[in-house]
Structure formats: structure tokens, C-alpha cells
């Protein structure tokens, strides 16, 4: 058995928890939201350790577990009318972090790559691709600044399985109020 990877885990899982205790201490509502952003980047690294040591040190099969990952990450690919849509968890702006992201990006193409090999849809020549990022009524300090970075790579992940080239895709960014907080991407053909 390999112990090193979950030794590594277990010390990362003890920096997180002191990271969250200590964020009880701070009174500065800025200070407070850095300090959480940094907890939110160190969860998602610690989701990917995880997820490597699994696959690696207790033999599971990765396709298997990335399934398992987005259903439990609410990650859904369908088609509705001659539009596909993709559902996934709320993207939060991250701009500290070029891989914070990361934690989405294997299960959403494992996703991607079930629906391609099921439906064999043809790629899109030119296609609109709206990302709505819907907030709750109750949450609007969700309303975001679309010049993220995790759209860019969900986009390029999604454009090696659907597009022919996605310098052709338009792109339409919108924030809108909804039920619960997701991120939607639709994905249609464009007209010439």
C-alpha cells in the first residue's frame, strides 16, 4: 500500500481545518472573504489530491469514479430541442488560481465524452455558446464578473469534444436569477 499520497492528504485536510478555524477570529468582512476565497482554492486542490490518490492508491477505476464525481457535483449534459444544454455547479471567480477550476474539468469531460459516444453528434462548424450563471434571489453578491477564467477552460474543454474549431463559436456571458445557483452552458448551431 501506498501511505505517502495519504499521509500528504491528511496533513492537507489539517491546513484546511486551521485555515477555516481560524477565519472565526476575524472581524474585517475583507479580510474575512480573502481568507475564504483561499479556503475555497485549498478544498478544490485537496479535491484533486484526493481524487489522484484514490484512483491510484486504492485502485479504482478512473472512468468509474469520474461518473460518480459529476453526479455528485450535479454536472448533467442533455439535449433540449436542437439546443445542448450542460449544467454545472456555480463557477466562482478565481483569479489567484489558473487550475482552481481543475476540480470540474475531468468529471464535465467524462461527462462530455459519454454523451458524444452515445449520441455521435456532429461538430459544430460554427456554433453560440451561451454560459448563464443563474444566482438565487437570495444570494446577489453571486452576481458576477464574467471575465473569469474557469469559462475559458470549461469552454476549451467542451470545444475538443463538440466543435471543429472554436475560434467559430460566439460566446455569450450572462448572469440571471434562477431557483438554485448553477452555471448553465447551452451550446446551439449559429447561422452563417
Same mark, same amino acid.
Given at each position: 500500500?501506498?501511505?505517502? *499520497?495519504?499521509?500528504t492528504?491528511? #496533513?492537507?485536510?489539517?491546513?484546511? =481545518?486551521?485555515?477555516?478555524?481560524s477565519?472565526?477570529?476575524?472581524?474585517?468582512? $475583507?479580510?474575512?472573504?480573502?481568507?475564504?476565497? $483561499?479556503?475555497?482554492?485549498?478544498?478544490?486542490?485537496?479535491?484533486?489530491?484526493?481524487?489522484?490518490?484514490?484512483?491510484?492508491?486504492?485502485?479504482?477505476?478512473?472512468?468509474?469514479?469520474? /461518473?460518480?464525481?459529476?453526479?455528485?457535483?450535479?454536472i /448533467?449534459?442533455?439535449?433540449?430541442?436542437?439546443?445542448?444544454?450542460?449544467?454545472?455547479?456555480?463557477?466562482?471567480?478565481?483569479?489567484?488560481?489558473?487550475?482552481?477550476?481543475?476540480?470540474?474539468?475531468?468529471?464535465?469531460?467524462?461527462?462530455?465524452? =459519454?454523451?458524444?459516444?452515445?449520441?455521435? +453528434?456532429?461538430?459544430?462548424?460554427?456554433?453560440?455558446?451561451?454560459? =448563464? /450563471?443563474?444566482?438565487? +434571489?437570495?444570494?446577489?453578491k453571486?452576481? *458576477?464578473?464574467?471575465?473569469?477564467?474557469?469559462?475559458?477552460h470549461?469552454?476549451?474543454?467542451? /470545444?475538443?469534444?463538440?466543435?471543429v474549431?472554436?475560434?467559430?463559436?460566439?460566446?455569450?456571458?450572462?448572469?440571471? +436569477?434562477?431557483?438554485? $445557483? #448553477?452555471?448553465e452552458?447551452?451550446?446551439?448551431?449559429?447561422?452563417?
Amino acid at each position: 500500500m501506498e501511505y505517502k *499520497r495519504l499521509n500528504t492528504l491528511i #496533513h492537507s485536510i489539517e491546513q484546511v =481545518k486551521l485555515l477555516a478555524m481560524s477565519m472565526y477570529q476575524i472581524s474585517d468582512e $475583507t479580510e474575512f472573504r480573502k481568507y475564504y476565497l $483561499t479556503l475555497a482554492l485549498q478544498m478544490e486542490r485537496l479535491t484533486n489530491e484526493t481524487r489522484t490518490a484514490t484512483v491510484l492508491d486504492a485502485d479504482i477505476d478512473r472512468q468509474f469514479y469520474l /461518473s460518480e464525481a459529476a453526479e455528485s457535483l450535479d454536472i /448533467s449534459v442533455r439535449k433540449y430541442k436542437d439546443k445542448l444544454v450542460i449544467i454545472l455547479p456555480y463557477l466562482l471567480p478565481k483569479r489567484q488560481s489558473i487550475d482552481s477550476d481543475s476540480y470540474i474539468i475531468d468529471p464535465l469531460v467524462s461527462v462530455l465524452k =459519454k454523451y458524444v459516444d452515445i449520441n455521435k +453528434p456532429k461538430k459544430l462548424e460554427r456554433s453560440l455558446v451561451i454560459v =448563464k /450563471s443563474v444566482y438565487a +434571489p437570495d444570494n446577489e453578491k453571486l452576481i *458576477r464578473d464574467n471575465d473569469n477564467i474557469e469559462i475559458r477552460h470549461v469552454i476549451n474543454a467542451i /470545444s475538443t469534444l463538440l466543435f471543429v474549431d472554436d475560434n467559430t463559436a460566439d460566446l455569450l456571458l450572462c448572469s440571471r +436569477p434562477g431557483k438554485e $445557483t #448553477h452555471t448553465e452552458i447551452i451550446i446551439t448551431e449559429r447561422e452563417i
